[in-house]
């Protein structure tokens, strides 16, 4: 959206008495969602004059709020103070955030590097545009609905539930796979107690640090008990089958006929005979055969 240097004057004049977006889109004349969808892009030059605008007007009130500290007003030095501790904890966030997109940024440059980006297509390309922005919001404690909203606002061709999806696919991206699951929440609010304690270190209150280092190890599940786990050698363990025959086993079987006339031929009692035909299952066993003293009978007559 391109405006006049006039229009833009008039957004810095407005900003500083704290209009919304939505009455200075009505004062300029212009349509309120294309004025925000504007107003949300990184860059916008409509969002610059905007943070101009309140950023000249608390420069004014600052100056008279530090000569009256000088000229030793104790509420003006309190604010002073007040102010002071206010942007050190501002500018430790930012340089919190800045790692935390440094760092995330890499990663999706990495991933993106070995998948040889220059041979994806253009909508795998934009996807990953659209989960790095909306990355980018997410690290800087924006809320669902607005995040939905302004990807919604930068592209708009995109439904709200198609939004939402992207939503938990940053959040798997850069935690876990598949929705999100249980575990990904888990990390994802146990770093953001890791940044909440280092604000409150800043801020020298160890309790407060101390309880959030505590819940975060928590979280991550540092001191629970591991469940108990079937070893991986259990699976590996081979069942036994016996079986008494050799094409089971892939070898040829012996010509039954052959193997009784070979029994006959032995030196051995007409009982050990019968006995040994029945074992290599040439002869069948009767049903009555019990005990290892039954009396022996034969299948003739």
Known sequence: MELTQEQ?????????????TEKIALYLGVDHKEFLRD?????????????????????????????????????SIQQWKKDSLAQKLENRKK???YDQERNDYEQLQALVER????????????????IDFIRSLYNKWQSKNYIINTVTLKWPKISKYQVAILYNDTLNFFNLDNKVKVEAWAQIYADKLD????LALEMNDLETARRCVADAAA?????KEKPMEVPSEFYEIRPVLYTMRLKDIGMQETNRIELA????HLDITEREKVKVRRD??????????????????????
Not at 47 to 59: K, P
Not at 282 to 292: A, D, K, R
Request: net charge negative; proline share 3%.
């Open 195 to 198: 940044n909440m304690s280092i």
């Open 95 to 97: 340089e919190i955030l």
């Open 39 to 75: 107003f949300s892009l990184s860059g916008s030059k409509t969002r610059y004059h905007y943070d101009r605008g309140q950023l000249i007007t608390q420069v004014e009130i600052d100056k008279s709020t530090l000569k009256k500290a000088k000229d030793g007003n104790l509420t």
């Open 280 to 301: 290599a299952q040439v002869e069948e066993v009767p049903f009555v055969l019990f005990q290892e003293d039954a009396p022996i009978q034969d299948n003739q007559g």
């Open 115 to 130: 998948g040889e980006v220059q041979n994806l297509p253009t909508h795998l390309v934009e996807y990953y545009e659209q």
């Open 219 to 223: 979280m991550r599940g540092v001191g």
């Open 261 to 264: 006339e070979f029994i006959d």
């Open 8 to 20: 833009y004057k008039s957004i810095e004049t407005l900003a500083s008495i704290n209009y919304s």
